[in-house]
């Protein structure tokens, strides 16, 4: 039983235009969601993150929005870039010991 | 402020066998997590240690064991290797507070068990 599903396995940008990464979960037990970005070889490396207590976070070019009600959060990242081209993760957590739970990952690609 | 370190970087084992992988935290955390990490999948939490104690444990068999040091370095041991064992073991660390949940990761160890 997957808690955590980003259901596009890849997404294709053009340089400059905003991307947008979908992440749905199951678990209402979730506190805490974060994203996730890998490179080939490296391990992830924390984005950004938001407390269910809130409904948007932003931090520079990258911003989440989380839909409660949904079960849904989504990370935009505007202006695509580059650099950006990596597999996103998505991720969540009730807190404590609890560990993250990760979905499959999307992999965006930014065309110039 | 130095990073999440791992070794070793790739390790090839025989079914059966036992491996110990080794992490070095990032100064300052006092949690570790290890995750393992097969092809085409995200990260699956195994589990995670606060002040030198397992608190917290994803769906992983007993074999799968660690332990964390005074220093926050930790080791992850695998016992009676399995082919499906064969993943990216992932090691993150954190600050252990209720404020922050994020945990920061190292470049991993390959484990691939023949």
């Known amino acids: 039983d997957q808690q955590v599903k980003q259901n596009s396995p890849s997404l294709s940008v053009q340089e400059g235009r905003i991307s947008i990464l979908n992440c749905d979960y199951t678990n209402s037990m979730f506190d805490y969601f974060l994203w996730y970005k890998k490179y080939p070889a490296e391990g992830p490396t924390f984005l950004i993150s938001?407390?269910?207590?809130?409904d948007k976070n932003e931090d520079g070019r990258f911003t989440v929005f989380l839909n409660k009600s949904a079960k849904h959060l989504s990370l935009h990242i505007v202006p695509s870039q580059p650099g950006d081209s990596a597999v996103y993760f998505c991720a969540a957590t009730r807190g404590g010991a609890d560990g993250l739970t990760f979905g499959k990952g999307t992999h965006l690609i930014i065309q110039p | 402020e130095t990073g999440v370190t791992q070794s070793p970087t790739h390790l090839i084992k025989t079914r059966g066998q036992q491996v110990t992988l080794r992490c070095s935290s990032q100064s300052g955390h006092n949690t570790v997590s290890w995750y393992q990490q097969a092809l085409g999948q995200g990260p699956q939490f195994i589990f995670q240690y606060y002040r030198e104690e397992e608190n917290g444990r994803g769906n992983f068999p007993p074999r799968f064991s660690g332990l964390q040091f005074p220093n926050y370095s930790s080791e992850l041991n695998v016992n009676a290797l399995e082919l499906d064992d064969s993943a990216l073991y992932l090691c993150?660390?954190?600050?252990?507070?209720?404020?922050?949940?994020?945990?920061?990761f190292g470049p991993g160890t390959r484990l691939t068990v023949t």
């Open positions: 938001i407390s269910s207590i809130k």
């Open positions: 993150a660390s954190g600050e252990g507070t209720s404020l922050s949940f994020e945990q920061y």
